[in-house]
């Protein structure tokens, strides 16, 4: 069992990684979730995010420290950790709409795309 919580810790490392890249993405375009045409302040959002997207490596090394100590946890942790990311994917995607502009005040387009409007 002490195979499962080292697998705890070395998922939270790429999902550091990524909470951290999300956290200071500033104006980049990475979350394929968000309608970026409609978000008014893309940096904000992203902090948001990154912040949300945070507790996932925390949960993961929380896990492998109780894993370490109680390695009968270790696979109910396992499968704790992927509900636990499931519903922050979910946080973040229903969550984004609060930097969303209404439909009403959207941006108004330039160039041949402004012509068609069901695009």
Partial sequence: MDFLAAVHFV?????????????FAGSARILNSVDYARVDDVAALHRWAGNRLLLLPTEGLAAGLVS???????????????L????????????????????????????????????
């Fill in 68 to 82: 370490l100590r109680y390695p009968s946890l270790a696979f109910p942790l396992l499968f704790a950790s992927i």
């Fill in 11 to 23: 998922l939270a490392l790429p999902l550091l990684a990524v909470a951290l890249a999300v956290r």
């Fill in 84 to 119: 636990w990311l499931i519903a922050v994917a979910i946080w973040v995607t229903v969550g984004s709409d609060r930097f969303f502009r209404p439909y009403g005040a959207a941006r108004p387009q330039r160039g041949p795309a402004a012509s068609q409007p069901w695009r």
